[in-house]
């Protein structure tokens, strides 16, 4: 069965499979401190409502009629700062086949041993770690309060706990953060061994902490040029570790790649529990309430909004979605009347078209967007 065997996590056949599953999203939206740079429905100064929120998620899935599920995501916000108790209930809620990919969000500082064996009991097969960086003055400028002892020590309480499926997130282009920084943080995830490592590039989003001391002059946004060779030494270090980029931020071992993520940009259904929670369901994108008391308020209703995905906003998903992925997309699957603009990206280097597919190379995942605007250049049309 594909969904088990550590197939290479690059390989088309593992793309389809997935995209072919079902999945369920479970939002936690609390978190002890918002950090800077978050634009996520999280929300500080809420614990009190943790009790109140996990039960009426509970009705809410338990109202949903869904009877099972392929993958599993409970994120946030910070998942493990609900304790072991409260998210035991949670992820026991949850209905899903026995052999469900179950992947839980936690912060360093708040996966301790108690958590973790909580998680683990309920049917926590996959845990990722928000790590971030390894260097103390970066962890500072992204707001985060933990330090790499503490990543360790997360590590340490999943894998005691009987989760061996561990993903690290890094985030790189943090105010004050150097290449060699960088190449630190690299270093000290992959020593860490966990079979999946994300390496995300810090966005400054309206809004948010980071975004106003941007427009007030206290620091700057990230160089596009800075960005860009980070990823590039990523791809380098991580490939040299033996870690296989199967999207444009993530890299895995093989049998370890996230079967929910591939779920999500192979354009397959789910359905999202909780506060801010989207769901994409026969047709249809809903979502629920952003605000947790909102979304408590309103447990009767269906949703907070819907929209039907219209054949445009289908082409565009499958094609931005896919090229995401470095198994692409089938050529037969994009739209009619690209060949000109296929021949001009792979002059270019950034995609190859081979065995029917098209595929973006390690340039062309630098340079995602305009892939995407060749490609759906002649989609108003010919689609």
């Known amino acids: 069965m594909i969904a088990t065997t550590p197939v290479h996590p690059d390989a088309p056949e593992l793309a389809d499979y997935c995209a072919g599953l079902f999945g369920i999203y479970v939002h936690v939206p609390f978190c002890t401190a918002k950090c800077g740079y978050c634009d996520f429905a999280s929300f500080d100064g809420m614990s009190d409502l943790a009790g109140t929120y996990v039960e009426g998620l509970c009705q809410e899935v338990s109202k949903s009629g869904i009877s099972s599920c392929d993958t599993v995501f409970v994120g946030g916000g910070t998942p493990t700062s609900l304790g072991p108790d409260l998210l035991g209930k949670l992820i026991a809620a949850i209905p899903r086949s026995d ?45 985060r309060r933990h330090n790499f002892g503490a990543v360790a020590a997360a590590v340490d309480a999943a894998r005691g706990a009987g989760i061996g499926r561990l993903n690290l997130d890094l985030i790189y282009g943090a105010p004050g953060e150097a290449l060699a920084d960088w190449r630190q943080s690299l270093d000290a995830a992959i020593a860490l061994d966990p079979g999946h490592i994300s ?21 700057r946004a990230p160089d ?40 999500y940009w192979g354009g397959g259904e789910y359905r999202g529990f909780g506060s801010g929670a989207h769901s994409h369901i026969g047709g249809t994108r809903f ?37 995401r992925r470095a198994a692409g997309v089938s050529i037969s699957e994009l739209p009619r009347g690209c060949e000109g603009a296929i021949d001009f990206l792979s002059g270019a280097g950034l995609v190859l078209a081979t065995d029917g597919r098209l595929r973006p190379t390690a340039k062309g995942f630098a340079l995602g967007n305009e892939i995407v605007i060749r490609l759906l250049s002649v989609a108003g049309s010919e689609c």
């Open 99 to 143: 052999e469900a990919e179950v992947t839980v969000e936690a912060n360093p500082e708040s996966l301790t041993a108690d958590v973790a064996i909580a998680a683990a009991a309920a049917g926590a097969n996959r845990i990722s770690i928000g790590m971030q960086s390894a260097l103390p003055h970066v962890l500072k400028s992204l707001g």
């Open 199 to 219: 390496a995300y590039s810090l966005t400054v989003e309206a809004g948010t902490k980071l975004w106003r001391q941007v427009r007030d002059g206290h620091c």
């Open 224 to 263: 596009d040029d800075s960005q860009a060779e980070k990823m590039s030494v990523a791809a380098e270090i991580l490939a040299n570790a033996g870690y296989v980029r199967y999207e444009v931020s993530a890299w895995a071992k093989p049998g370890e790649a996230c079967r929910h993520n591939l779920m």
């Open 287 to 323: 979502w629920n309430h952003r605000d947790p008391r909102s979304y408590l308020s309103d447990l009767g209703v269906l949703s907070a909004g819907s929209e039907r995905i219209t054949s445009e906003i289908e082409v565009f998903d499958r094609v931005s979605l896919g090229m």
